[in-house]
């Protein structure tokens, strides 16, 4: 089967775990992550791709009056493009360092897409969640159900196109940057430590815009000490 369209329905399905009242937790990326790579035949790239990208979300908490940034979909992507990607230099862990960084970029993308798009959703859809309230109190059940199922069609539907749109995108950009890297930038997954440096910036810059302030300054700060003091 074509590993763009098996990714894409995972992606729906997992989508769904996250936005129902399903919540059995496999939408994580770690658990994401190692599904995608059973179902592309790399168990091990795609669980340590979506370990990767759920260390970085280990202090996301989901907060009433936030959107929920859309993990499940950031980390397959995250996963599939890491794996595909290097499928197309036949493994070559001259790139192993730039297509993982890469990877987990497009997955921070997609991870923001989709709360954008969520965010977006949860006001146009106030309308027809008020309709289903108003059914449930006439007894009108069904009307209400079918409601509720179309959400989760919604859910699936998002995911999957942008998943089936995303992935080959992602795969194709690159690997052209790939093919066109100088060689001062190619590196293996040994010299990943340079992204060290930039993840605890990151940290330190959501400080500003988090409300677990003391959190983010602390975690930026210790990682990036811990990480060069350790791989230095």
Known sequence: MNPFLTVSVLGGLLALDLRSSIRIMVSQPICGGLLTGLILGSPAEG?????????????????????????PVGGVTASALYILTLRRFSGDPSVNGFVLSCSILFGILAAGAGQAFYVWW???SVVLVLRAVRYVKEGRYRLAS????????IHFLYAFLFLIAAVPLGRFLISAAAFHLPGFLSGTLGQLYLLVPFIGIGSLLRLYTARSKVFWFASGFLLTTMALVVLG
């Open 47 to 71: 669980f340590f791709a979506g370990a990767l990208f759920q260390i970085i979300f280990l202090g996301h908490i989901d907060m009433r009056g936030n959107g929920i940034l859309d993990l």
């Open 122 to 124: 949860e006001d146009a």
């Open 146 to 153: 079918a409601i509720h199922l179309s959400f989760l069609a």
